[in-house]
């Protein structure tokens, strides 16, 4: 299992170093600053009991057990409510968008009090959460040039060029990170999905049975393997590992969601839904909750059930409401939207799209954040046009939302400009540009794999048209709605 947190961030869980001040020394008084750079980033607290609190909240989420890291790191800050460091930990935690965002804001407010370590670290999640990639980029790779020993934020730093899909530059400091301290255990997991990532699957099973090694009794270790295996297609062999990390933690929702999936994929779909329904009636959080629910929307559409996925849409929807969780209801649109897009009501997704944009403008997320959603709903838009084949509008659209792209230099629009473009270019019967579009964008979203697969068999390259249709059909991720989208048609296409 992974925890990043929100699809648009490009960060990782966040934790530092053990080192800890008091807030009556400076910082170079603690021996934390002016050290050489063999030195761990600090943490900065006032409060030994904080600061035990703060080491046990880490060690759980470092371990995944995230749900129950929630409650020490809110004695953390409970105990110092200028602990800066345990917010952004307590925001990387959340079982909500809401929480998440407001925690954020208390650690940038507070980052002043804190180290430079911690300010980097507190700046950089804000960066990657407004879509400032290449402002976190700077300020991680600062991070580490500052503390280049320190394995915490080689993890970090790997996570933002994982996040980017530079696979070979991630598995560079996750590895270095595991040569600085053998034992930490968090480096092995990622390794082992940058690694799949890559297809190096035998490498991948290594190092998640090294992880597996360090920590046996914790259920994440054989969650992650069994992750390795379903993406592999051995879904008994993923079950039985899923099945491992629930003897140990009956709780440990994830688990649910792997089983689910690889029940899905051999077409158990009644078995499937129990599975899912398994969180709701142990769910501990709406985060929780919303698992559950996106995971039977995506069963829902994965049988092609519009009704029903909408349905299901509309429960996470009302979760989010009881809250007034602005990010989630905005996120619930949108994905009610591609799947309107999806069932060829593009009017509804428009409506959908809109609304999403209104309550994203209205909330008090950052400025940052609101531009970003400006931006996107031109990409919004062109989807909208292309299904109405309007190609006058969608080009339009398009050309504005790659110039916004490029302007903020921001990698994932540029990958999803390129998108549109193929798109355009495959309405336009260009079955030339569209594959150069296309293969320069997102290839983790099955959608593309299966956009390649479809350019190529429309220009008569057989081959190729089947190579993209496997690649899509055994795509084999956990829950998600793109896969859904095109999982049947890339099955019946690639056989």
Known sequence: MRHFFLLTIASLIVFTGCAQTDSNRSISESGSESSTKAAKIPTTTASDEARKEFLQGRDLAERLLIQDSIQHFDKATSLDQNFALAHLSRANVSPTAKEFFDHLKTAVSLSDKASEGERLLILGTEAGANGNLEKQKELLEKLVATYPNDERARFVLGGYYFGQQDFDTAIQHYKKATELVPTYSPAFNILGYALRQRESFGEAEEAFKKYIALIPNDPNPYDSLAELYLKMGRFDDAITQYQKALSIDSNFINSHLGIGAALMYQGKTDEAAAEFNKINSKA??????????????????????????????????????????????????????????????????????????????????????????????????????????????????????????????????????????????????????????????????????????????????????????????????????NYAFVRAKSAKAAA
């Open 284 to 481: 501990r959080s709406d985060g929780e909750r919303r698992a559950a629910l996106f995971a039977l929307t995506v069963l829902a559409t994965d049988g092609a059930k519009w009704d029903q996925a909408l349905s299901e849409v509309d429960r996470q929807y009302a979760l989010g409401e009881k809250t007034s969780d602005a990010p989630n209801l905005a996120g619930d649109l949108q994905l009610r939207g591609n799947i309107l897009v999806e069932m060829g009501r593009f009017d509804e997704a428009r409506q959908a799209y809109d609304r999403s944009l209104k309550i994203t403008s209205e909330s008090n997320l950052s400025p940052e954040i609101k531009d970003n959603a400006t931006l996107f709903n031109h990409y919004n838009l062109a989807r909208v046009a292309l299904g109405k084949k309007d190609l006058v509008t969608a080009k339009m659209e398009a050309a504005e939302f790659r110039k916004g792209a490029e302007a903020k230099k921001n990698p994932n629009q540029v990958k999803q400009s390129h998108e549109l473009s193929g798109l355009i270019a495959l309405e336009e019967k260009n079955y030339d540009q569209a594959i150069a579009e296309l293969q320069q964008t997102n290839l983790q979203n099955p959608q593309n794999l299966f956009r390649l697969a479809w350019a190529y068999e429309s220009k008569g390259d057989a081959d190729k048209a089947q190579e993209f249709y496997a690649k899509a059909a055994r795509f084999n991720s956990l829950p998600q709605v």
